[in-house]
C-alpha cells in the first residue's frame, strides 16, 4: 500500500480526509506523496468542482527558504504559474490552478501518467545500457519543443513570452504511457536565488551536471542556456553522464564553469548527424550554439528523417506499458520500470 504523505514534517491522514479548500466550492483531496525536493512536496490528489465534477490532479506545496523570504519566494511561484498559465502546449505540463496552503503557494498541475526520464535514465544505468537511439532523439526532440513552445507562447496582448526554463533537469521531464514527454519546473529557479550564501552553494553545486557554463558563473543566461542543458540531457540518454561518478561539490561547479563534458572509455558510435547536433548544443560558448531550442529539434528531425529510425513514440509506449505491479510509489506516477525513488520528479 501507498504510505501516507507528510507534508512539512506533519502526517497527513490518507486520502481522501486531507483536503485544502480552494475557495469556490473548489477542493483539494491529497493523497499519497509522490516526491519530496529541496523546495517542494509533491502529491497525487483529487479536484473537486462545483457540481461534482472531479479530476485527478498533482499538487506541488512550496517549502519556502526561510520566514524573511516567505514573501520573495510566492512572488516567485506567483510569477512562474502567471507564465505557464498562458501556455498551451502538447509538451508542457499543464497549470490547472495557483492556490495558497497554510501560507504556503501551491500549483495545481496536470497528473502525468509514467514515469520522470531520470528514473528511465537510472533503468538504463543499471542494465549498463545506453538508450536506443530512436527512443533518445524522439525524447530530445519532444523536450525541445515543449521548451521552444514555452519561448514562443504569448500573453493576452498578443506579445511574445520569450520565456525560459534554465533549471532543466531530466527530472523535469516526464514520460507519460501514452507516449507523451512533458516538462515542467519552468520558472522556479528563482526561489535558488533566496537562499543563504552557503546553502546556495550547496545547491549550485548539486545541480552543476546540467548547467551551462554562464549559468554556472551566476549570469542569468537565455534560451542558449536551455541548449546547452538540452546537449548534456541528449548526451547522457546516448553516450553517458557528463561529470565522472566522484565528482561533487565545488570541483563540479569549477568543471561545469569550464564546460567540461567527462568523457566514456568506449563511447559508443553515433551517426555524425546526431554527433553535430550534441556537439553544437554543447559549446562552452553561447553564440556557437543553437540559438533556441526550436533550430536544435529542428536538427535532430532532420537527423531522424535521414536515418530512418523508428518511431520512438511506439517505443516508449512500449517500455511503460510492461508493468511489473500496480502499486503507487514515490513516483510521479505508477512505475513500468523497477528503478530505485527520486527526490521531487514533477
Given at each position: 500500500m501507498a504510505s501516507q504523505p507528510r507534508l512539512f514534517g506533519r502526517l497527513v491522514a490518507s486520502w481522501p480526509q486531507a483536503e485544502i479548500a480552494l475557495g469556490a466550492g473548489r477542493r483539494l483531496s491529497l493523497g499519497a506523496t509522490l516526491g519530496s525536493g529541496t523546495f517542494s512536496?509533491?502529491?497525487?490528489?483529487?479536484?473537486?468542482?462545483?457540481?461534482?465534477?472531479?479530476r485527478a490532479v498533482a499538487v506541488k506545496v512550496f517549502r519556502l527558504p526561510g520566514?524573511?523570504?516567505?514573501?520573495?519566494?510566492?512572488?516567485?511561484?506567483?510569477?512562474?504559474?502567471?507564465t505557464v498559465a498562458l501556455v498551451n502546449h502538447p509538451n508542457v505540463v499543464e497549470l490547472h490552478e495557483l492556490g495558497i496552503f497554510d501560507g504556503h503557494p501551491l500549483l495545481v498541475c496536470e497528473l502525468v501518467d509514467g514515469l520522470s526520464l531520470r528514473r528511465l535514465n537510472d533503468w538504463f544505468a543499471e542494465l549498463h545500457r545506453r538508450m536506443p537511439l530512436d527512443l533518445a532523439l524522439f525524447v530530445g526532440v519532444e523536450i525541445a519543443e515543449g521548451i521552444n513552445g514555452v519561448r514562443l507562447a504569448k500573453n493576452l496582448k498578443g506579445m511574445q513570452l520569450g520565456a525560459t526554463h534554465?533549471?532543466?533537469?531530466?527530472?523535469?521531464?516526464?514520460?507519460?504511457?501514452?507516449g507523451?514527454?512533458?516538462?515542467?519546473?519552468?520558472?522556479?529557479?528563482?526561489?535558488?536565488?533566496?537562499?543563504?550564501?552557503?546553502?546556495?552553494?550547496?545547491?549550485?553545486?548539486?545541480?552543476?551536471?546540467?548547467?551551462?557554463?554562464?549559468?554556472?558563473?551566476?549570469?542569468?543566461?537565455?534560451?542558449?542556456?536551455?541548449?546547452?542543458?538540452?546537449?548534456?540531457?541528449?548526451?547522457?540518454?546516448?553516450v553517458g553522464p557528463r561529470m565522472p561518478a566522484k565528482i561533487a561539490g565545488t570541483e563540479a561547479v569549477r568543471l561545469a564553469r569550464e564546460g567540461y563534458i567527462h568523457p566514456v572509455t568506449f563511447e559508443p558510435q553515433l551517426p555524425p548527424s546526431v554527433k553535430a547536433v550534441i556537439d553544437r548544443a554543447l559549446e562552452p560558448e553561447p553564440e556557437n550554439r543553437f540559438p533556441h531550442a526550436g533550430a536544435m529539434a529542428f536538427e535532430l528531425r532532420r537527423s531522424a528523417l535521414a536515418l530512418g529510425v523508428g518511431d520512438g513514440r511506439m517505443a516508449l509506449r512500449s517500455m511503460l506499458a510492461k508493468e511489473r505491479d500496480e502499486e503507487i510509489t514515490n513516483e510521479v506516477c505508477i512505475p513500468a520500470i523497477p528503478v530505485h525513488p527520486a527526490d521531487d520528479d514533477y
Open positions: 512536496n509533491v502529491y497525487a490528489a483529487t479536484l473537486t468542482l462545483p457540481f461534482g465534477l472531479t520566514s524573511d523570504d516567505h514573501e520573495p519566494a510566492t512572488a516567485v511561484v506567483r510569477r512562474a504559474a502567471q534554465l533549471d532543466l533537469s531530466p527530472k523535469d521531464v516526464l514520460l507519460s504511457r501514452n507523451e514527454v512533458k516538462v515542467g519546473g519552468f520558472g522556479l529557479g528563482g526561489i535558488r536565488q533566496l537562499e543563504s550564501s552557503v546553502q546556495s552553494n550547496a545547491t549550485l553545486a548539486a545541480r552543476a551536471t546540467y548547467l551551462s557554463p554562464e549559468i554556472a558563473y551566476g549570469d542569468h543566461g537565455d534560451a542558449r542556456s536551455d541548449v546547452f542543458t538540452l546537449g548534456v540531457i541528449l548526451r547522457e540518454m546516448l
